[in-house]
């Protein structure tokens, strides 16, 4: 009786863990969910209107997201691509830039090459 009783808490304990230990799997991974940012994108100054804060790196090697600045909006259509909009409630994504590169979501670098633009 003890034998199975401790056999039931182990398993419990065990499931415990893995449940709360906050493992995600390859398909929910949200750490890249900044690669699909792409299209118009607005630019706000308070944190809490924006999907994501995003850092300003001054070097290619630091930054997550190499980034394009596109001209039309019509051709902000791909992967790391962005067209800067106006006016937030037309835009596909809202950002605040922020200064602490440790409350940013991810970090972008801005290349003046389209070819370049990628996320790493």
């Not at 750490?31 to 118009?40: D, H």
């Not at 924006?50 to 051709?75: C, M, N, P, Q, T």
Request: charged content about 25%; hydrophobic content about 45%.
């Amino acid at each position: 009786m003890i034998n199975k009783a401790l056999n039931g808490f182990l398993l419990l304990s065990v499931f415990i863990t893995f449940a709360g230990s906050g493992f995600v799997g390859p398909a929910d991974d949200d750490q890249s969910r900044f690669c699909y940012v792409y299209g118009t994108i607005a630019v706000v100054d308070d944190p809490r209107r924006a999907h994501f804060r995003v850092y300003v790196e001054e070097s290619e090697g630091l930054a997550d997201l190499i980034i394009f600045k596109e001209e039309i909006r019509l051709y902000a259509d791909r992967q790391a691509i962005w067209y800067f909009g106006e006016n937030p409630g037309m835009a596909d994504y809202v950002i605040y830039l922020e200064d602490n590169k440790f409350l940013a979501d991810f970090s972008i670098y801005y290349t003046d090459i389209e070819s370049f633009a990628r996320c790493q």
